[in-house]
C-alpha cells in the first residue's frame, strides 16, 4: 500500500472532484463530502445543514442550469492546501465556464474554503464556504472579477 502525505491526498481529492464536475457526473462531484457536512454556498440559503444529499441536490440544480451537450469547464486555480494529523483545509478560486442555452454563458471565478477531516480512513469535507465579494454600493454580488 502506498503511503501518500495528506496534502498530496487532498489535492488527489480536489482534481477528482473538478474532473466529476467537468464530466457532470453528481455523485463522484458529491464523493469528498463527509454526510454531516454544512455548507455556505454563493446562493441561498444563509447555510446547507442537511449534509451529503443537501450536496447531490445542489449539484443536480447546478449543473441542470447547464446546457445539455455543451462543454463544461471547471478549475480550482492554485490551491492551497494544509493537513496535519486528522485535520486539514484548503482554498483556492474555483472557475466555471458553462452555456447555459438560451439564457448566456457562464463564466465566474469564487473563493472557495474547504475544512477537511480523517474520517474513517478518507479525507472528507466537512464545511465547505463558497464567497464572491459584492460591491457595498449597489449591494449587488461581483461575480466578473478575475484573478490578477
Known amino acids: 500500500m502506498e503511503i501518500t502525505s495528506p496534502v498530496i491526498t487532498i489535492a488527489r481529492l480536489l482534481n477528482s472532484q473538478a474532473a466529476a464536475i467537468c464530466n457532470r457526473d453528481i455523485a ?8 454531516d457536512v454544512v455548507i455556505f454556498d454563493v446562493v441561498g440559503p444563509l447555510q446547507h445543514q442537511s449534509g451529503n444529499s443537501s450536496v447531490m441536490k445542489r449539484l443536480q440544480e447546478w449543473m441542470g442550469s447547464f446546457a445539455r451537450d455543451t462543454p463544461v469547464l471547471f478549475e480550482i486555480t492554485d490551491p492551497t492546501i494544509e493537513a496535519s494529523g486528522d485535520h486539514g483545509f484548503s482554498y483556492s478560486l474555483n472557475r466555471i465556464r458553462a452555456s447555459l442555452g438560451s439564457s448566456g454563458e457562464l463564466d465566474m471565478f469564487w473563493r472557495e474554503t474547504l475544512a477537511w477531516r480523517m474520517i474513517d480512513g478518507e479525507w472528507k469535507i466537512v464545511h465547505a464556504h463558497s464567497s464572491v465579494p459584492f460591491n457595498p454600493s449597489t449591494g449587488m454580488a461581483s461575480t466578473g472579477l478575475k484573478p490578477a
Open 28 to 35: 463522484a462531484a458529491a464523493a469528498n463530502y463527509a454526510s
